[in-house]
């Protein structure tokens, strides 16, 4: 079965240094690609997508990934870490299809220290 | 864009009641819309795909008779929780999928928490 596998479901930085959250899928076939951040109690906002146009890809607030096939990756970095990155992330992939389910990660809580 | 909207935010009811909850894209028009189900400090559980125009898909596990979903319009999804019990209670959230988006992206919902006394 196809899955999504977040390394750490929790990372600590401190304000400034780089953010790093991985995310690895589980299939030959290179999937659409996505991350999202959810902030407590709200909806999941878009912070990037993996098109097939660039394997770097660049986000909202500074975000960024990387879309590596040889390693069936796609990890999400920021260089400098504020406060109000502080959140919970989800990595998520689709196959596309007829149904073009989502299937997330466990996701990762993101806490940055001051 | 690409602006999802959930009503209510937060709602309140008694065991057994039937609380209603619209997801509309307010920007786009969505042939499909998912509705999520999130537990404290967990994942999104999808538990149904709906489709406007046609029956919704559940997910294996999931209730269709006590999650009632209505995708009458291209903008507008339901989700009706029948005779609600305190077990019900969670944070649900929907997404709408544009239909001219060649990518297949889900924009979410700001979600909407149930408590059922």
């Known amino acids: 079965a196809q899955s999504v596998t977040q390394l750490g479901s929790h990372v600590s930085v401190s304000e400034g240094a780089l953010v790093l959250l991985r995310c690895n899928y589980s299939s030959s076939v290179p999937p659409y690609l996505f991350w999202y951040v959810q902030y407590p109690n709200q909806g999941l906002q878009l912070l990037l997508k993996?098109?097939?146009?660039?394997?770097l890809v660049k986000g909202i607030n500074g975000f960024e990934a990387e879309f590596k096939k040889s390693e069936t990756s796609f990890h999400l970095t920021k260089p400098s870490a504020h406060m109000s990155d502080a959140a919970e992330y989800f990595c998520?992939?689709?196959?596309?299809?007829?149904?073009?389910?989502?299937?997330f990660g466990t996701g990762t809580l993101l806490a940055v220290q001051p | 864009g690409a602006v999802v909207s959930q009503h209510p935010s937060w709602v309140i009811c008694k065991s057994g009641t039937s609380v209603k909850i619209e997801c509309r894209s307010l920007d786009f028009q969505a042939t499909t819309m998912f509705w999520y189900r999130q537990f404290p400090k967990q994942s999104l559980m999808l538990m149904a795909t709906s489709n406007e125009g046609s029956k919704a898909t559940y997910e294996q596990g999931v209730e269709k008779d006590k999650f009632l979903i209505n995708h009458a319009s291209l903008t507008l999804s339901t989700l009706t929780v029948t005779s609600a019990h305190p077990e019900d209670s969670s944070f649900y959230i929907c997404s709408a999928r544009d239909r001219t988006d060649v990518y297949e992206t889900q924009y979410f919902g700001p979600g909407t928490r149930l408590l059922v006394l």
């Open positions: 993996y098109t097939s146009a660039a394997t």
């Open positions: 998520a992939v689709s196959y596309g299809g007829a149904t073009n389910k989502l299937i």
